[in-house]
């Protein structure tokens, strides 16, 4: 497969790969505070129809100018589960529910999705977790219980936006088992496209129906710039990244891969938002990127 990322035959996942993963977790941590600016100021369907769109046509133009083929083989094309759960799923789901909590609490409970990728794994790949993946596992849903028992009272306060990110979280963690399950024969580049162009029509539907047009007059320089950040760091960048890992990482591992993203998110949040932040905090993100460490760093079977 073009472009495939690679795991070191004794050392784990090799060092240009393992560096783009933790440069993901960095970047996408900070897209919450980012779309939390966003979605404050334009309707949330006009946001992800725009972005999605923007992202995926960025993506068919660099694979066009790499000279790859944009064709998406025949036996793929009634693949519609991936996009509709990876990208539809989790950017209405989520959008929606960062109108009723803050990014950096949002981020908590959608990133509880590693573990219902083990399920899924297991359930749906019969990916069995080894000794070090369950560690990895159990510090990172430590550190994500620690910063949940922390929000707890403003989460409690916003029921509807809780349940909102678990669904997300559920269709993310299907979606990343579904791309696992399947051998696409495509490069990751034109796969990540056609996920993010499928995915963007049932939402550009629901936006066209619902006749909000794009309102760029109530965008202010920042939402302009989080706007961007987010079409062209989080989804052109990021997602086509994360996509590659799932291609050859066991789905687990991926999942759990990018766990420090909520302690990211909340820090980025408290920094750019004012949101708080404290010793909890500091001893989920101790936790968290321990557990990544431990997924991440170890031998390619460990």
């Not at 509709?84 to 949002?106: M, N």
């Not at 309102?215 to 960048?237: E, S």
Request: glycine share 10%.
């Amino acid at each position: 497969m073009a472009g495939r990322p690679r795991v070191a035959a004794a050392g784990g996942i090799e060092g240009g790969v393992l560096a783009s993963y933790f440069a993901v977790t960095l970047l996408w941590g900070l897209n919450w505070p980012a779309m939390k600016v966003v979605v404050g100021v334009i309707d949330p369907w006009t946001f992800r129809t725009c972005v999605l769109v923007l992202a995926a046509a960025t993506l068919f133009a660099l694979a066009r100018a790499l000279g790859q083929s944009l064709a998406l083989p025949r036996h793929l094309r009634a693949a519609i589960l991936v996009p509709a759960l990876t990208v539809t799923g989790w950017h209405i789901f989520s959008a929606h529910g960062l109108t009723f909590i803050g990014g950096g609490r949002a981020v908590i409970v959608a990133f509880t999705m590693p573990f219902w990728t083990m399920l899924l794994a297991l359930w749906w790949l019969d990916e069995r977790p080894t000794p070090r993946r369950l560690a990895a596992l159990a510090l990172g849903m430590a550190g994500l219980a620690l910063l949940l028992v922390d929000a707890g009272v403003a989460l409690t306060a916003a029921p509807v936006g809780v349940l909102l990110m678990l669904a997300a979280a559920l269709s993310w963690a299907t979606g990343t088992v579904a791309v696992k399950a399947r051998d696409w024969r495509v490069s990751p580049l034109v796969l990540t496209a056609w996920q993010l162009a499928l995915g963007a029509v049932p939402i550009a539907g629901v936006w066209l129906w619902r006749g909000a047009p794009f309102d760029a007059a109530a965008l202010t320089p920042a939402a302009w710039f989080a706007f961007a950040y987010t079409t062209f760091v989080a989804m052109v960048f990021c997602f086509y990244s994360y996509i590659r890992f799932v291609t050859i990482l066991p789905a687990t591992v991926a999942a759990i891969g990018v766990m420090a993203i909520p302690a990211v998110g909340l820090f980025g949040s408290a920094v750019l938002l004012g949101e708080p932040v404290g010793v909890v905090e500091l001893a989920a993100l101790a936790l968290v990127v321990g557990g990544q460490a431990l997924a991440t760093l170890g031998p390619a079977r460990g």
